[in-house]
């Protein structure tokens, strides 16, 4: 962090971080990379061939991403978020 800090203030020279904000921000960094992975995960698990039958209709690729990737990573999405969060 302190690294960090020195970046916008050259003149610092200790960054000190309580351990409860150290240990949430750990948690959290933590977390945030796995359910990341799930989501990424789930969006990439969305049938090419359905991707494609979208496209042949015309859909732009925000429709796209809402009406069919969206859609379909829900039924993959829901049980990995919910393993996660039940242990």
Same mark, same amino acid.
């Given at each position: ?5 020195? %970046? ?10 309580? /351990?409860?904000?150290?240990?949430? %921000?750990?948690?959290? %960094? ?9 989501? $990424? +995960? #789930?969006? =990439?698990?969305?049938? /090419? ?5 979208? $496209?042949? %209709? +015309?859909?732009?690729? =925000? ?5 069919? $990737?969206?859609?379909?990573? +829900? +039924? &993959? =999405?829901? /049980? #990995? &978020? #919910?393993?996660? $969060? &039940?242990?």
């Amino acid at each position: 962090m302190t690294n960090l800090a020195q %970046l916008f203030d050259p003149e610092v020279k200790f960054v000190d971080i309580p /351990p409860f904000w150290a240990g949430a %921000l750990a948690i959290s %960094l933590v977390a945030g990379a796995y359910l990341t992975e799930i989501f $990424r +995960g #789930a969006f =990439l698990g969305a049938d /090419p061939g359905t991707i494609d039958c979208a $496209r042949a %209709l +015309g859909l732009k690729p =925000l429709q796209i991403f809402f009406l069919v $990737r969206f859609r379909r990573c +829900g +039924g &993959s =999405l829901c /049980p #990995a &978020s #919910a393993t996660r $969060r &039940s242990r």
